[in-house]
C-alpha cells in the first residue's frame, strides 16, 4: 500500500465539499456518530437533504458563510491505497491555498460545473496545477445531473478545457462525467451514463501511477542537523542528520559538499541507528564522510557522478505572492530553501501573468494572488535545481524579514 | 525506488523530517508527552531522529492531578529508560496561583484548564516551539491547522491567519512572545498510529488494553471510569465491565470503551470494524458544540 496525495480545486459553487463528502461516504470513511452530527446540521438546511459538503467545512465561520475559508486534510483508504486530501478554496482571495495545497499534491481534481463550463476560475486553478507541477491532472464535470446527463455537453466541456491544457503544457488530462450530489461516477459507476466508458474517479485514485522518487534522479541531500553526541564513548561521532532529499546514495560514493565545492568520499549511511550499503529518497537518514570538513545546517551534498545542481546567487523564478503587502523591486526578504536559509533581495519583475488569459505583462511591484517571473539576488549562493526537473530541490518561500510571514511560492528556473 | 517504500515508511520519513525541522529552527524546543499512545510514537519517531544523540528538546508532562495512575508510571518509565530530562507541571499549581475555578459538577474536567499550565510552562521555560501528537482526522478545527501552527503571546490560534505551508518547507520564524506548536503526526490517522505501534513493538500503557473495571454509565450511555474526582449519586449506575481506553486525557471527561481486545491485533481488528470516531467515542468535552475544539484552540489549548 501507498500514499496518494491530492487536492481538489472548483469555483465556489462546483460542489468540491460535496464531492469530498461523497467520497468519504461512499468509501465507508465516515464513522457513525460523524454521520449522525451530519444529520444533525442538515436538518437547519431549507431542502433537508444530506450535506455532505458539511464534512469537510470544519470552521464556524465557514459553516455560517457557507465557504471554505483554509485548506482542509481529509483520509481515508481503500484496501489499495491511502488518500490525503488538501480541499482547497475556490474563493478567489485564497488562491493562496489552492498553491499551498498543490505544493505536496501528486494529483489535482479540477471541478467545472457541467451547466457552466470552463470558466475563469478553471484557467486560474489549471494555471496553479501546471505552476506547481502536479504530475497528473483529472477534471471532473460535475452536476451531469442537472445538465440531464447529456454526453455532448460532456465532450464539448472537455475540448473546451483541452485548449486550454494546450497552453499550459499541460501532459495528461483524465475526464470524467460525475454527479458528487447524487454519487454517479465517483465511487459508483453511473446508470445514468452508460455512454462513459472510462473508470470512476476513485478507480481512477487507487490505479494511477505514482511515478516521482525515481532511482534515476540526481542524488541530493541536504543537512538538516549535525549529530554530536559528545559522549566519551561517541567522542568522535559526527552525524549529518537530514532527508534524501531524491535519487540514491551508496557507501563510498564521491561526493561534493556544496556551495563549498569540496569533494570527499561517503564513508556511511544510518538509517535509524543501523549502517545500510544505500538509500534512496525520501528517506530519513544519517550520512558519514570520509574528511573532516566544516558543514552545517543548510549544506548539501550531491554525487559526483551525477548531473550537479546549480550553485548561484542569481535567481530566476516564477513566484505566486501570497501577502497583502505588495512586492517590490528592491524589497529584502528571506529565502528558505528546504533547511536553507539565506537573505534575498528583488532585483526585477520580469512579467506578471494574467490568471485568466495567461498573458504576460510588465509589473510594477506585485499584490496578493499575482503570479508572476522575478529575478532575486541573494547574500549566499544557493544550491538548486530547475523546479521542472526536480520539485524536491527547486521550491522556495519566501518570508516577510518583520512580521515572518510566508509570502510567496517560488518555483526555480 | 518508493516501492521498497510503504505508506508507514513514508509517515515516519515525514516526521523524521519535521522533528529535524525543529531542532535546526529552534532555541529551546520542547515535546509534550502525556503517556499516551501518540505521544509515546512522538517519542519512538525522537529516537530515529536524533540518536545516537540526545534528544534536543525535554519531555514536558502537563499533568491534569486526573490522569490514571497506570499511565503516570509508564511515563516515568520511560523517560529514565530513555535517559532524557522530563519536566512536569501541574493544573493543580495553576489554579492555586492563579486562582481559577477548578472544574465543577459531576464530572470536572479540567481539560480546558491545561491550557492555562501550559502557557505558564512555556513561560516559564521561554519555550519557543513545542511539539504535540494531535493528529488532522481528531476533528474537523485540527483537520485545518498547520503542521507548524503559529501562536500569539496568548497562545490563540488564528484560523484566518495562518501561514502558507509549502512543500516540505517549513517557516518557524516567530517574534518575541510567540511560540510554534509543531505536529510531526498530523497526517496520521488513529488506524495509522496503531499499525506503527504494532510495526515497531511499542509498548503501551496497559489501559490501552482490555482490562476489568468499575464504571458509571453517563447519561450519553458512555462508560467513565470511577475514580476519585467524580461524583457519585445514588442513582448512579455502577457497572463492572470489560473495557479499554482509546484515549488516555483526563479521566473525568475520557470514556473507555468496551473491548476484549487484549493485543495490538485485536485493536487493529477493533478499529477496522468499529464505527465511532475516536473523540467521538471517547470524549465528553467535544460534545459541548460543534465549535468546541475551535473555540479551546483559540484559547491556547493544543
Redesign the interface.
Known amino acids: ?3 496518494l496525495k491530492f487536492i481538489t480545486a472548483g469555483s465556489v459553487d462546483d460542489g468540491k465539499s460535496t464531492l469530498i463528502g461523497r467520497l468519504l461516504y461512499d468509501s465507508k470513511a465516515v ?4 454521520l449522525h ?1 451530519l444529520e444533525r ?1 442538515s436538518r437547519n438546511k431549507p431542502d433537508g437533504e444530506l450535506d455532505l459538503s458539511l464534512l ?6 465557514e ?1 455560517e458563510q457557507g465557504i471554505t ?7 481515508f ?1 481503500t484496501p489499495r491505497r ?1 488518500f ?1 486530501i488538501a480541499d482547497a478554496p475556490g474563493h478567489v482571495q485564497y488562491t ?2 489552492m ?2 495545497g498543490a ?2 499534491a501528486d494529483l489535482a481534481i479540477i471541478l467545472i460545473d457541467a451547466r457552466h463550463g470552463v470558466v475563469e476560475q478553471t484557467h486560474r486553478h489549471s494555471l496553479i496545477a501546471s505552476l506547481m507541477g502536479i504530475p497528473h491532472l483529472v477534471v471532473a464535470v460535475n452536476k451531469m445531473d442537472l445538465v440531464g446527463y447529456d454526453e455532448q455537453t460532456f465532450y464539448r466541456i472537455a475540448a473546451d478545457y483541452q485548449k486550454l491544457a494546450q497552453k499550459l503544457d499541460l501532459q495528461e488530462v483524465l475526464f470524467v462525467p460525475i454527479s458528487a450530489y447524487v454519487g454517479d461516477n465517483v465511487v459508483e459507476r453511473s446508470q445514468n451514463m452508460t455512454w462513459y466508458e472510462g473508470p470512476t474517479l476513485l478507480a481512477h485514485l487507487e490505479t494511477v501511477e ?1 511515478s ?4 534515476e534522479d540526481e542524488a541530493r541531500f541536504q543537512v ?2 549535525v ?3 559528545r559522549t566519551d564513548d ?1 567522542h568522535d ?1 559526527r552525524g549529518y ?3 534524501i532529499r531524491s535519487g ?1 546514495f551508496k557507501k563510498g560514493d564521491r561526493v561534493r559538499v556544496l556551495p563549498g565545492g569540496i569533494e570527499t568520499t561517503l564513508k556511511a549511511i544510518e538509517v ?2 543501523q549502517e545500510v550499503e544505500e538509500a ?5 537518514v544519517v550520512l558519514h564522510l570520509e574528511d573532516d570538513i566544516d558543514i552545517s ?1 543548510g549544506d548539501s551534498i550531491v554525487r559526483l557522478e551525477d548531473a550537479q545542481p546549480a550553485v548561484s546567487q542569481d535567481l530566476d523564478l516564477e513566484i505566486c505572492w ?1 501577502s497583502e503587502r505588495p512586492l517590490q523591486v528592491g524589497d529584502r526578504y ?1 529565502l ?4 536553507a536559509t539565506v537573505k534575498a533581495i528583488v532585483k526585477e519583475i520580469r512579467h506578471r501573468t494574467d490568471v485568466h488569459t495567461f498573458v504576460q505583462q510588465p509589473a510594477e511591484g506585485l499584490a496578493l494572488n499575482d503570479i508572476a517571473q522575478v529575478r532575486l539576488r541573494t547574500a549566499q549562493p544557493l544550491v538548486f535545481d530547475a523546479y521542472k526537473k526536480n ?2 530541490t527547486g ?3 519566501l ?1 516577510n524579514e518583520n ?4 509570502v510567496a ?1 517560488g518555483m526555480l528556473h | 525506488m518508493s516501492k521498497r517504500f510503504d505508506y508507514l515508511d513514508n509517515l515516519e520519513a515525514q516526521a523524521i523530517h519535521v522533528l529535524r525541522e525543529v531542532a535546526g529552527q529552534f532555541e529551546r524546543p520542547a515535546l509534550l508527552f502525556s503517556g499516551g499512545k501518540d505521544s509515546i510514537t512522538l517519542v519512538r519517531l525522537a529516537e530515529k531522529a536524533f540518536r545516537p544523540g540526545k534528544f534536543p528538546f525535554p519531555l514536558v508532562h502537563i499533568d491534569t492531578g486526573h490522569n490514571f495512575p497506570e499511565v503516570l508510571e509508564f511515563r516515568d518509565r520511560l523517560a529514565n529508560q530513555l535517559g532524557e530530562k522530563l519536566i512536569i507541571r501541574k493544573v493543580e499549581d495553576t489554579i492555586q496561583r492563579q486562582g481559577l475555578q477548578d472544574g465543577t459538577g459531576k464530572y470536572p474536567t479540567r481539560n480546558a484548564l491545561q491550557a492555562n499550565t501550559l502557557l505558564e510552562t512555556i513561560e516559564e521555560f521561554e519555550f519557543d516551539a513545542c511539539i504535540g501528537g494531535a493528529r488532522r482526522d481528531e476533528e474537523k478545527a485540527r483537520a485545518k491547522e498547520r503542521i507548524f501552527s503559529i501562536r500569539d503571546e496568548f497562545g490563540a490560534w488564528d484560523p484566518k491567519r495562518q501561514r502558507p505551508e509549502l512543500w516540505d518547507i517549513y517557516n518557524g520564524a516567530i517574534r518575541k512572545g510567540e511560540n510554534v506548536r509543531v505536529f510531526p503526526i498530523s497526517n496520521w490517522t488513529e488506524l495509522d498510529v496503531w499499525n506503527y505501534i504494532r510495526r515497531e513493538q511499542i509498548e503501551l500503557p496497559n489501559i490501552y488494553f482490555s482490562h476489568s473495571r468499575d464504571c458509571v454509565v453517563t447519561p450519553g450511555g458512555q462508560l467513565l471510569a470511577i475514580t476519585e474526582h467524580i461524583r457519585l449519586d445514588p442513582e448512579d449506575e455502577i457497572t463492572v465491565r470489560d473495557v479499554r481506553f482509546r484515549t488516555v486525557g483526563d479521566a473525568t471527561c475520557t470514556a473507555a470503551v468496551e473491548s476484549l481486545a487484549t493485543t495490538v491485533d485485536d485493536i487493529i481488528q477493533d478499529i477496522l470494524t468499529t464505527k465511532i470516531s475516536e473523540r467521538g467515542a471517547t470524549r465528553l468535552d467535544d460534545r459541548l458544540s460543534e465549535a468546541a475544539m475551535e473555540d479551546r484552540k483559540k484559547n491556547g489549548y493544543f
Open positions: 500500500m501507498n500514499i464513522s457513525h456518530d460523524i452530527t446540521q469537510t467545512d470544519g470552521l464556524r465561520a459553516r475559508i483554509d485548506v482542509a486534510y481529509k483520509y483508504n491511502k490525503i493562496r491555498n498553491v499551498t505544493s505536496n505514482l516521482h522518487d525515481l532511482p538538516q542537523y549529530i554530536r553526541p561517541l561521532y542528520a537530514g532527508t540514491f535509524h541507528q534512496y529518497a525520501p528517506q530519513p545546517r501570497m528571506l528558505r530553501h528546504n533547511a520539485r524536491a521550491g522556495l518561500i518570508i512580521t515572518f510571514d510566508t511560492a
